[in-house]
């Protein structure tokens, strides 16, 4: 029996052997596919179309292209699109999307988020491309001076903004008769470090190439690197000829990012996109465009300008023309400063101009202000991680209960169907009580709070935190706002919801009661119909109500301020 035993083991060691083998040795196979990362966002696998050329090599670096895509779309068909695979004769997307045809290989990895469907590239879908790129860059050996983003429409448009937002990451871009948010245009001087190629239609009736004109102009003054073509006769379809034969890749075989550039030319409104390349904003004059140009001419030598811009941080690790121990010249606004770092300088401005301060974390403050993470606007608590909330804590039953889970349920409804083109924003979050609230849920998401101190157990929680409250007793007025408290936004909705009366227009990428998100600054006060704005208003920069607006909420008799 004993020698039984021991063969027996001796012969599952060996079975167990050869499949751990046999796992290690497991590899995805060459060519179009769908993977998937998990979101925190909501809790769900989230695919996307992945290419992966042949006789991938795990020890060599490769080139990645993200391409995102349009309305109506999917990362099925983006990966096609950016190959050049249109659809066959008369097939329609729904028959396209089912497989992916041949296509001749490039040395190039490349990547197509889903992101929820036909949501634009802000909020959730923004974070879900970064979230593809960083499940990319896990998995294969990846050039980070070589990762490239374009898209079409849409997704042109998401290529515009996410390019221009964190310009340190990409080292060329391409879009494709893009559609921009409106705010995207400020932000072309980001582009300095990296060429940009534009396609467009001069017959797109959809996105007019009016746009794209302006844009090419633009960037042309500026001085950056601009490729434009423009194709006769060409509707709402200009990424089949863009595209055509793997242009892409032969363009953006030439582009290589150089993570030290001489020159920094960088501008955000947001602590969200704060950083480019050695360069970091600390404290911008928020609600202005904030700007700094800083160029190292020669070895340790630094010439800097900025507009709108409090405090900054330098980075030099590793630029050719920094040498660590000895002093480096700086010219920050035409004022001389002088410094010997290791890599890292921190300035700040006072009422003589600039001087060195502190790079070691400073002592939390017991004073709220504005920062990365904590800045709003509303629709900042709708980007990330989040649930919705309702109240019981004055034990409502029958209509009144089912009413509050009937709001909450509504505004958590990002899946609503839009028809068959637009489909629906695969987006699933969660609704709950406030009785249902776990530790776990107060320590990772920012929490959309309906009702008021008395009906929601939570907004009572941190009734003396919130700036403002509305009487449980009115009936005709909404108010809506978003606060930082314990590391996580609490955005508030008393009273009318704030998509009350919001007429259903403009191009639906997001149902109504969400595309009214993007459009509140950090305070929304109304009578009757979100179209009656009493205010709409950001906080301070130490998150302050104005007097004016303290004016125009107290003179209406139902509200009450804390702070």
């Known amino acids: 029996m004993t020698k039984y035993f021991w063969k027996s ?10 499949c751990s083998a046999s796992l290690v040795a497991q590899k995805l196979s060459p060519g179009p596919q769908v993977l998937n990362f998990f979101s925190d966002a909501d809790d769900t696998e989230q695919p996307y179309g992945l290419y ?20 109506g779309s999917n990362h099925r068909l983006a990966l096609r699109r950016v190959f050049g695979k249109s659809n066959a004769e008369g097939e329609t997307d729904v028959e396209a999307s089912r497989y992916f045809p041949e296509w001749e290989d490039v040395e190039f990895i490349v990547a197509s988020p889903y992101a929820r ?36 429409s849409m997704g042109g448009g998401g290529t515009l903004w996410i390019g221009l937002t964190r310009p340190d990451i990409w080292a060329a871009i391409a879009a494709v008769c893009p559609a921009p948010p409106a705010e995207t245009f400020d932000l072309a001087s980001n582009a300095l470090n990296f060429p940009i190629h534009l396609f467009h239609g001069d ?53 290589e990012r150089n993570p030290h550039p001489d020159r920094v030319n960088f501008v955000s409104k947001q602590y969200k996109y704060n950083k480019a390349f050695w360069v970091t904003f600390d404290k911008i004059n928020y609600g202005s465009l904030a700007e700094i140009d800083a160029k190292m001419s020669k070895v340790n030598t630094a010439e800097i300008t900025t507009k709108n811009l409090q405090a900054f941080t330098v980075n030099l690790k590793g630029h050719p023309k920094f040498k660590p121990g000895s002093n480096i010249a700086f010219t920050i606004d035409g004022k001389a400063v002088s410094a010997k770092t290791d890599s890292t300088l921190s300035f700040s401005k006072n009422a003589t101009g600039w001087s060195l301060v502190a790079t070691t974390p400073a002592a ?44 909450a349920n509504k505004a958590a409804e990002w899946s609503q169907y839009r028809g068959p083109f637009l489909g629906r924003v695969m987006f699933f979050p969660r609704v709950m009580s406030d009785k249902e609230v776990r530790p776990s849920d107060l320590e990772s998401c920012n929490l959309i709070l309906f009702g008021t101190k008395e009906s929601n157990s939570l907004i009572a929680k ?32 008393s009273g009318l919801p704030w998509w009350t009366g919001a007429p259903d227009q403009g191009y639906p990428f997001v ?53």
């Open 203 to 255: 017959a797109d009736p959809v996105v007019p190439v009016a746009g794209t004109q302006k844009w090419v102009s633009h960037f042309q003054d500026i001085g950056v690197e601009v490729s434009y073509k423009e194709f006769v006769d060409v509707k709402h379809d200009s990424w089949v000829s863009a595209y055509d034969n793997e242009f892409i890749f032969e363009w953006f075989s030439h582009a």
């Open 117 to 152: 469907g036909t949501a634009g590239y802000q909020g959730i879908p923004e974070e879900d491309v970064y979230d593809v790129l960083a499940d990319v860059k896990k998995r294969f050996n990846i050039d980070e001076n070589k990762t490239y983003l374009t898209g079409l």
């Open 511 to 563: 149902p109504v009661m969400h595309r009214k998100l993007s459009e509140f600054k950090d305070l929304v006060f109304f009578k009757d119909s979100s179209t009656n704005l009493i205010t709409d208003t950001s906080f301070t920069e130490n998150w302050q109500l104005s007097e004016d607006t303290k004016n125009k909420l107290t003179s209406s008799g139902v509200i009450s301020i804390t702070k």
């Open 9 to 18: 083991l001796c012969m599952l060691i060996f079975g167990l052997l050869i």
């Open 52 to 71: 992966l050329p042949k006789g991938y090599d795990p020890n060599k670096k490769y080139p990645l292209v993200i391409m995102l895509h349009g309305a």
């Open 462 to 493: 941190y009734a003396n935190k919130l700036p403002v409250h509305l009487s449980p007793s009115d009936k005709s007025h909404g108010l809506f706002y978003v606060f930082p408290i314990e590391k996580h936004y609490v955005a508030v909705s």
């Open 364 to 407: 939390p403050s017991s004073t709220l202000t504005k920062m990365k993470g904590a800045e709003g606007p509303i629709f900042d608590a709708f980007s990330t991680r989040h649930i919705y909330v309702y109240g019981t804590a004055d034990n409502p039953a029958g209509d009144e209960l089912r009413n509050r889970l009937d709001i």
